[in-house]
């Protein structure tokens, strides 16, 4: 099990990213699939998750309503649309799923 992040990036506040995640060694479609972050000094925190048919997302209160998480299972990849983006958005993102996490993509938001 594998996965690769990337699409992280420095960007001002009120502005968008896409994070991708590639995964490989598994089954994809079969598997759900989640978002997490850690901010400096802070712990990893749950952001988005995403069932395996793409059929019912959550999300965390802090992210409701600016991120949203969507899935190409025939891509094997997961992305997490990040809208109106805040500084405390800043941290390091991670896919997980199967127990397994990725290196995570850095997102900063700063002016």
């Known amino acids: 099990v594998q996965f690769v992040e990337s699409g992280g990036g420095l960007v001002q506040p009120g502005g968008s990213l896409r994070l991708s995640c590639a995964a490989s060694?598994?089954?994809?479609?079969?598997?759900?699939m989640s978002w997490f972050r850690r901010a400096p000094g802070k712990e990893r925190e749950w952001v988005a998750r995403i069932t395996s048919t793409g059929g019912s997302k959550n999300y965390a209160d802090s992210v409701k309503g600016r991120f949203t998480i969507s899935r190409d299972n025939a891509k094997n990849t997961v992305y997490l649309q990040m809208n109106n983006l805040k500084p405390e958005d800043t941290a390091v993102y991670y896919c997980?799923?199967?127990?397994?996490w990725g290196r995570g993509t850095q997102v900063t938001v700063s002016s």
């Open positions: 997980y799923a199967l127990t397994t």
């Open positions: 060694g598994f089954t994809f479609s079969a598997v759900d």
